[in-house]
T-cell receptor, first 115, second 110 residues
Framework: DVKVTQSSRYLVKRTGEKVFLECVQD?????MFWYRQDPGLGLRLIYF???????EKGDIPEGYSVSREKKERFSLILESASTNQTSMYLC??????????????FGPGTRLTVL | SQQGEEDPQALSIQEGENATMNCSYK?????LQWYRQNSGRGLVHLIL?????REKHSGRLRVTLDTSKKSSSLLITASRAADTASYFC??????????FGKGTRLHILP
């Protein structure tokens, strides 16, 4: 079974802090994703990576950056956390499918609170 | 942008009954997926149906796809308490990314 792990289930940070959210997958997937999930807004894509050191902006990249130095690890960075970044953060991975988007496998999520 | 919209937003049924959720989307797709999310957890993939398929089964799940109406339905038969969760449909964007709807919250009453 595919396993996607996230470094923390719950995280509390102060406004202005630099925050690192780590995600690791063990299935040698090429694609990795970071989403945030907010009530009434559903899942929104922040960043996407299709290969090591490659990244692509999603729908809401402002205030975030990412790093993918190794294939299995995809990090989301909040350079200077703000209260409006309080949210549930979900990491996912998938294999390259060619024409069609393939199944995504999700981690358990990190609930981040910024005070 | 194309996006799945689930209907209803929330659904409560008695244990043992069947639950039906619907998803509508705006533009043509290659495939459509359904995911489940238990409270406060990550999403779990349930089923993927391709645009050239009309119906797919997996255990107690039945998914239909009507590309002419741009809609899909998820049927859960003989519901159980463990089926209480949010259910999301997701449509592909023509690349390796997918767009999620806002979900249907399903509550199974004992």
């Amino acid at each position: 079974d595919v396993k996607v792990t996230q470094s923390s289930r719950y995280l509390v940070k102060r406004t202005g802090e630099k925050v690192f959210l780590e995600c690791v997958q063990d299935m040698d997937h090429e694609n990795m994703f970071w989403y945030r999930q907010d009530p009434g807004l559903g899942l929104r894509l922040i960043y996407f990576s299709y290969d090591v050191k490659m990244k692509e902006k999603g729908d809401i990249p402002e205030g975030y950056s990412v790093s993918r130095e190794k294939k299995e690890r995809f990090s989301l960075i909040l350079e200077s956390a703000s209260t409006n970044q309080t949210s549930m953060y979900l990491c996912a991975s998938s294999s390259i499918s060619g024409r069609w988007a393939d199944t995504q496998y999700f981690g358990p999520g990190t609930r981040l609170t910024v005070l | 942008s194309q996006q799945g919209e689930e209907d209803p937003q929330a659904l409560s049924i008695q244990e043992g009954e069947n639950a039906t959720m619907n998803c509508s989307y705006k533009t043509s797709i290659n495939n459509l997926q359904w995911y489940r999310q238990n409270s406060g957890r990550g999403l779990v993939h349930l089923i993927l149906i391709r645009s050239n398929e009309r119906e797919k089964h997996s255990g107690r799940l039945r998914v239909t796809l009507d590309t002419s109406k741009k809609s899909s339905s998820l049927l859960i038969t003989a519901s159980r308490a463990a089926d209480t969760a949010s259910y999301f449909c997701a449509t592909d964007r023509g690349d390796d990314k997918i767009i999620f709807g806002k979900g249907t919250r399903l509550h199974i009453l004992p």
